[in-house]
């Protein structure tokens, strides 16, 4: 007899051998089923992709938690950032994502103020009837990926509703947007890949949080950003021209988030982004959809260039612990840090 643990409500199991079955018959089989086992068990140098997970190196915590201390230090008390974008929902969703990721609890642990008051203003910032947040839908897509990485680990009520409110308005845009992706407002008639990557990983973050999300709607995505695709793997703006490092990462996460590795659109792309330089006008936010890209390609990928990272931005992080760029310090240390997260990987969207 088995107990079970304490608290399951169900009474112990039984096990018992039918009288034609002989302990000794058993034993004497055991042999060769225990070589059938060990026969179908992974030799020692095979490799697979599902690694254990790394050890997280010891920069990267050290980088990480003096990157924290700076957003929390900064944040006003109505939860926003005293820059120019960091006052905006958009980038105040990644700010609460990078919290998230580090692992602490997000109810009781240090950074557990900073998260609901981050919450506290997005939830402010989104419109009572159809759920839009913020004043575009770059703010809207980060925003909503705050909200389904927090629902179910924050203990908050309105986090369910607003995120339901938030994943409708994606939705609907994209219905009645002929090229089935998405531009600045919810009504645009015309589509790019950087609005449209910020949808996109925002919908699958909400599928992965439990809300149902149609495969209609993550296939016609996908068609657009296929259809933005030059002939040689990388992803243009809004057609197949002027393809770039920022925009193929973000195709290429696309595709991955969407579990469509072994698509030819992400074999080019991944082919394409490994060959081109890092864009130095939009360098962190480059660094943001890199990171997960070539996490995605492969470990050894993501190895050599999560090693070429850390060593960057080891030596670009400020003494207060922050990291400047073109679009505030609060973007570009946010999205530094979400770089970076890919060592702990905590959140459900890290998971390869």
């Known amino acids: 007899m088995l107990p079970l643990r304490p608290g399951t409500g169900r009474a112990p199991l039984q096990f018992q051998f039918p009288p034609s079955v002989s302990i000794a018959s058993l034993w004497s089989k055991f042999p060769a ?29 050290r980088m990480y938690r003096k990157g924290l201390d700076f957003l929390v230090k900064t944040q006003t008390a109505t939860g926003q950032w005293p820059d120019v974008y960091g006052s ?15 692992g602490d609890d997000p ?54 509703p607003a995120l339901q409110k938030a994943v409708a308005l994606i939705l609907t845009s994209q219905a009645q947007n002929p090229f089935g992706g998405w531009r600045y407002s919810p009504e645009s008639a015309d589509a790019d890949t950087t609005v449209s990557g910020a949808q996109v990983v925002a919908l699958l973050a909400a599928r992965n949080a439990g809300l149902a999300i149609p495969d209609d709607a993550i296939r016609k995505a996908l068609k657009f950003f296929t259809d933005c695709q030059t002939g040689d793997g990388g992803f243009g703006y809004s057609g197949p021209g002027g393809p770039n490092a920022p925009r193929t990462a973000i195709g290429v996460l696309a595709f991955a ?54 060593k960057t931005l080891t030596t670009s992080q400020s003494a207060e612990g922050a990291w400047t760029g073109n679009f505030g310090t609060t973007f570009s240390t946010t999205a530094s840090l979400l770089s970076l997260a890919l060592n702990f990987r905590f959140l459900p969207i890290y998971e390869r």
Do not use: C
């Open 33 to 61: 089923f225990l070589l059938l086992l060990l026969a179908t068990l992974p030799l020692p140098a095979q490799e697979i992709f599902e690694e254990e997970q790394d050890s997280i190196p010891p920069a990267v915590e």
């Open 88 to 102: 905006q929902p958009g980038v105040v969703g990644l700010a609460i994502v990078s919290m998230l990721a580090h």
């Open 107 to 160: 109810n009781s642990g240090p950074y557990a103020q900073p998260i609901r008051r981050g919450l506290d203003f997005i939830l402010k910032n989104q419109h009572p009837g159809n759920g839009y947040i913020g004043n575009s839908m770059y703010n809207h897509g980060f925003a909503t990926l705050a909200l389904a990485e927090s629902y179910g680990a924050v203990t908050d009520t309105r986090l369910g």
């Open 257 to 310: 988030l969407a579990k469509q590795k072994t698509a030819n659109a992400f074999l080019a792309g991944t082919a394409f982004l490994a060959a081109a330089p890092p864009d130095q006008t939009y360098y962190h936010y480059y660094l943001y959809y890199a990171a997960q890209a070539n996490f995605h390609t492969s470990p050894k990928v993501w190895r050599a260039w999560n090693a070429a990272n850390i």
